[in-house]
């Protein structure tokens, strides 16, 4: 299996396995048979799987509307009636357009290889209204070959079964399953305007503390003030931070733009990397980035803030997503027109501005 | 009932007669056990929501190369598990396929790939038997859209990746019989909402691209089934995600029951 994936799958039975790889070739000598001049997707254990959901991909604010005010039968009736309208670019759509340009490089350089990016379509929408999202897949050109369509039944199980990397959904709940699951995942957000954005490289900007490392210094800083957090830093600056839920997905980022320097194009790579922390370089930059090395992951660029607002910064960097757990700077990257993913991980989640949020949380649908 | 969707399935498969107690009086139960009783739960919600519906599943059993005694036998556990199973046709073995054409069976189960793809040949709808014992409360019908979703001159391209002719035109003739299936499995599931549905149904294309699912979906949406769960491989590793839609039948008209194919290009 590739070092992509981090988990194996539990295979037990040989005739099963045997059966999985007839499918295999069976399907592979197909797409060759049929000459067709779509690339064939990758082996889903050698490939970086990135698993969508519908509203993340496409614009269904309207729709969302007549299922929530008409209920579920009025819902898929109306996407039944509208099924050759193609639906209108999401939050993930710049993203997914990125992960593309990235294979067609990737396939260039090595075009035997399967460690690529893998885009599935994981919605739990009925299999009528899959109709419409087919079409309009189609009317784009997207390359999501694999999909599921749950009619109502929870993803995260499927998420497994494709051996997701990172699951991007509107769906509270659902992604807070799948980092239980140990699976990379965020709720997207759409900017209030839009940015362009680079059309032949992906970047991917990330938060550090509960994002790609764990919160234990956040919790210091919640619980305890910056001036412990400060010196909580320097003490342990050359013990690495426990791994927050966006670290593998950085791993699986970094393994590519490794096969991609290997090829003497480091200088043009299809992927860039940054951090964007709260952090201050000089009191607590220093044990982010020894934990980084000790991990062997690279980061292209890591940008201390030392607080100040990551909105204006975000607008200069313009990824295709920016991963944060605290909601305060989702806020503040959409207003600014980032493309910005919240991760419901850790003691962020309990507070809202520095503030601790005395009510429970209210629940989303 | 006067539109039934005939189901035969056979007695090996009903009971477990490979079990160690398969001497005592009681025979353990088989793999269609799960399957006879979300049937049996379709059967009534029907009716609870229209006390003259005509539209039914009807199931009736085959029983090949048996003594007398385990006629009876079969008989009786049969009564004692109240399972309504409406006709016995007791036979020889080489008679199991002229007993289904004769009896307007509209799908064959069992759990035999060979038996399977033999009364596919004849002409007779068959499909896989799962067992799903304790973890559905609705019966599972999925379909695989490979064959579905295949215009008649790619089923012939077949050809190239090793296919016979012979198979080839099984293939085919599979696709035409699985109409009136689906069409009834389609009216049958229009009885019952979206939601809290004693029956579901399902698509999945193993090969395909996303464009073969997509016409398998219209396809089966042209025959009256509108299916509720579908899922494109596309090549990736099916076994997963069977374990998770957990079917009680899988039809793939022969297809993926035909694992030993030869030539296939690694």
Known sequence: ?365 | AQNSLIIALQHHDIFDLESPNADTEVLPKGIAFSFIKAVHAVNQRLVSHNSSESLGFEVILIANECSEESKVKIVENVKHYGMEICKFYFCKKDEVIKTLQSNNVKLFLSTDSDEIYKALHADVPAAVLYDQTGVLDQLKVTFSGDIIGLPEDSLDSLADLGFSEAQIKTFKSAKICMKEFAGLIGEMRRRFGHENSPLCTCLITVWGSRNICLSALKTLGGWGLDVDEAFCMAGAPCSPILALVKPHILWDGGLHNLRDVPNFEL
Request: net charge negative; hydrophobic share 35%.
């Open chain 1, 1 to 365: 299996m590739s070092e992509i994936k981090q988990e194996e799958l539990n295979s037990t039975n040989q005739n099963v396995e045997k059966a999985d790889e007839t499918d295999w070739a069976a399907a592979k000598a197909h797409y060759e048979n049929l000459k067709s001049k779509k690339p064939r997707p990758p082996k889903p254990k050698n490939a970086v799987t990135i698993a969508v959901s519908s509203r993340t991909l496409f614009d269904m604010v309207k729709d969302r509307k007549v299922f929530e005010e008409e209920g579920l039968e009025k819902y898929v009736e109306y996407q039944q009636e509208h099924e050759n309208e193609p639906l209108k670019p999401g939050s993930a759509f710049p993203f997914v357009k990125a992960l593309m340009t990235v294979n067609e490089r990737l396939r260039t350089l090595y075009p035997d290889s399967e460690e690529l990016f893998d885009i599935v379509l994981m919605t739990n929408n009925h299999a009528q209204v899959g109709v419409r999202l087919m079409n309009s897949i189609n009317h784009y050109d997207l390359t999501i070959e694999r999909f599921c369509m749950t009619g109502g039944q929870s993803p995260i199980g499927y998420l497994k079964a494709y051996m997701t990397n990172l699951y991007l959904s509107k769906d509270t709940k659902k992604v807070q399953e799948a980092i239980e699951e140990g699976i990379a995942a965020a709720i997207m957000y759409k900017p209030d305007m839009m940015m362009e954005l680079s059309e032949t490289q992906l970047r991917v900007a990330f938060d550090g503390d509960a994002v790609l490392f764990s919160d234990e210094s956040e919790i210091i800083v919640k619980q305890h003030g910056l001036d412990t957090f400060f010196e909580h830093e320097k003490q342990h600056e050359n013990k690495p931070l426990a791994q927050g839920p966006l670290k593998c997905f950085l791993e699986a980022l970094g393994k590519l733009q490794k096969k991609i320097y290997a090829k003497n194009e480091r200088l043009d790579c299809p992927i860039r990397t940054f951090l964007v922390t709260a952090r201050s370089a000089a009191s607590s930059g220093a044990r982010v980035l020894k934990t980084l090395r000790s991990w062997g992951l690279e980061i292209d660029e890591a940008l201390f803030l030392a607080g100040a607002p990551k909105g204006p910064l975000l607008q200069k960097i313009r990824p295709h997503i920016f991963f944060d757990d605290q909601m305060f700077h989702i806020e503040g990257a959409k207003e600014m027109g980032t493309i910005a993913a919240h991760v419901p991980y850790g003691i962020g989640q309990k507070y809202n501005k520095g503030k601790l949020i005395e009510q429970p949380e209210k629940l989303q649908k």
